[in-house]
């Protein structure tokens, strides 16, 4: 079984709807993350959470929201999606870092999703 | 200005070749740096770390130039199974920042 699953894997919905995707992890991993990867752009930072009770905004929050209900599940939601929020979205996951060092992050399958 | 940029190639070399490419990044507080691979459409996947030394992982060699603030990877006797999007990763208090990725297609 993926260490990282996203659900659903792919979307289509209309401008307007509400969207939730979500993320599950097995790994144990404290620190999650929301991205986006739009072509020619790489993959940019929506949101992230050190641990259950830590949420912060990446570098494009706006137009999502996310919520940490447990160490292994983060959720990701567009209150009203838009068409220029067509994306592939990836959650990814890392372990706890001792000061200057880093943990590589482990990412989920994706989620495509189509607003239309 | 992005924070990593790479040459998004398409490279397209002969199985047997060596083919190298390079990123910049604009930070210079990053505080370690890394090549990830991405499959067509799929997850990325962390290909090696980079350090100041330059480092090798088979046929893989990864340079770290913090004067000019660039890293570079090297692939030697380039394998079909090399074919993919290496992307150039930064990371700054353990958030990372990515580049767009440099396509490699290998042929037989």
């Known amino acids: 079984d993926a260490d990282v699953t996203q659900t659903p894997r792919n979307r289509i919905t209309k401008t307007g709807k509400r969207i939730m995707l979500e993320c599950s992890q097995t790994?144990?991993?404290?620190?999650m993350y929301w991205y986006r990867q739009d072509p020619g752009l790489g993959l940019r930072l929506i949101y992230y959470?050190?641990?259950?009770?830590?949420?912060n905004k990446g570098e494009i929050s706006d137009g999502y929201s996310v919520s940490r209900q447990a160490q292994a599940k983060f959720s990701l939601s567009l209150e009203s999606a838009i068409p220029n929020q067509t994306a592939l979205y990836f959650c990814?996951?890392?372990?706890?870092?001792?000061?200057?060092?880093?943990?590589?992050?482990?990412f989920g399958p994706g989620t495509r999703l189509t607003v239309l | 200005r992005k924070e990593v940029e790479q040459d998004p190639g398409p490279f397209n070399v002969p199985e047997g070749a060596t083919v190298a490419f390079n990123c910049t990044y604009s930070n210079s507080a990053s505080q370690s740096f890394f090549w990830y691979r991405q499959d067509c459409r799929k997850e990325p996947k962390l290909l090696m770390s980079?350090?100041?030394s330059g480092n090798e992982d088979g046929r893989f060699t990864a340079q770290l130039n913090r004067a000019s603030q660039y890293i570079s990877l090297l692939i030697r006797d380039s394998k079909l199974s090399d074919s993919a999007t290496y992307l150039c990763?930064?990371?700054?208090?353990?958030?990372?920042?990515f580049g767009a990725g440099t396509t490699v297609t290998v042929r037989a």
């Open positions: 980079v350090y100041s």
């Open positions: 790994k144990g991993h404290d620190r």
């Open positions: 959470s050190f641990d259950v009770k830590d949420i």
């Open positions: 990814a996951t890392s372990d706890t870092g001792t000061s200057g060092t880093y943990n590589e992050q482990f």
């Open positions: 990763v930064v990371n700054v208090d353990y958030k990372l920042s």
